[in-house]
Every structure is written in C-alpha cells, then in structure tokens.
C-alpha cells in the first residue's frame, strides 16, 4: 500500500514535469529600423557631391 | 607691336570674363521664383520642387514645375551614378543643403511630415530627420 503511494506520487511528478513549456513565436518578425541611419551616412558621405550639384544648376535650384 | 600684344591680351582677358559669367546666364525660372516667393510652389524634403497644398498655381506654372523636377532627377540619377548612390539618396542630400540654406523667409516648404510650413523670421526651418546635424 505505502509502496503504491509512493508509486502514485512518483508518477503525479513525472506527470508535472512533462508539462510542455510553450514558446510563442512572435507572429511578425522582429523589425530592427536601420533606414535613418544608412541614410544619415549616405547624405553625409554625399554632401560635398550635393553642394557641387546646386552650384552647378543655378537654374534648377 | 607692345600695342597690339596688350591689345590681345585685353581681348583674351574679356573672352575669359565672358566665359566666366557664362553660367550665371542660367537663370532660375523666373515665373517659378515668383511663385516660389507668393507661396505657391516650395521645396520638398524629397529633393523636389511642390504645388503647396490649397494654393492655386496656373497651368503654366504647374508646368513650369514638372519641367524643372524632371530635370532635377535627370541631374539626381547623373551625380548619383558618379559616387554609387541612388538618385533619391542624392535627392536626399541635396535636400539637406537646401533646407539648411536655400529657404527664404517668408517662403512655404513642405517638412518630413509632409505638411506644408511658412517659414517665419522667428523659427528655424524644419530640416529632415536624415540630415547630419
């Protein structure tokens, strides 16, 4: 009878233990926003291309 | 003989003048920089010239306009090409340039959020969040 019990709580344990942890995927992907900065760089790597292009269409600008 | 040689030094030196002011013969349209200065037409944070929103601009100047950002792209897609950007980064950087010196008072542009905005004596213009401060 004792050895039952022990059997029974034994088996209520494994039963606990075998709960399946869920992870959730994220239902949309994980946005990282890097445009401002690509961006930034590009028109300051552009700068002193575009000070040329307004001095040189004085008719456009 | 000296008369002559300074003759044709005068000569050389008013042909490289001329040369020189060639490019200032290239005006800006001037119905387009009137209508820019009554607030009609302004400058986008885009690289573009644009009809601000509830004003009535003539046919001629909406023409004027289109006629004038076809040729910016033109100039855009050229330099860009150059220095391995697209034209609407160099759009963009020129953009840059413009908001942070070209706008008048008094003048309309339109900001990053697309609202069209006066630009007043006491406040700064609004210059787009992609240029470097």
Sequence with gaps: MRQFQIFALLGAVLMAACVPVRVVAPDRPIEINLNVNIRQEVVVRLEGQARDLLQDNPDLF | MVRKLSLGFAALALAAGLAAAAPAFA????????????????????????????????????????????????????????????????????????????IDVGERYRNEAGQWVQRTASAPVQVPSFCSR
């Design chain 2, 27 to 102: 005006q800006a349209d001037s119905v387009v920089e009137a209508a820019r200065a009554a607030g009609t037409v302004g400058e986008q944070t885009d690289g573009y010239l644009g009809i601000v929103a509830g004003a009535s601009a003539s046919a001629d100047v909406r023409a004027r306009v289109d006629q004038i950002n076809i040729r910016r792209r033109a100039a855009y897609t050229e330099r860009a090409a150059a220095s391995g950007a697209s034209a609407n980064e160099m759009a963009a950087a020129v953009a840059c340039q413009i908001f942070t010196s070209r």
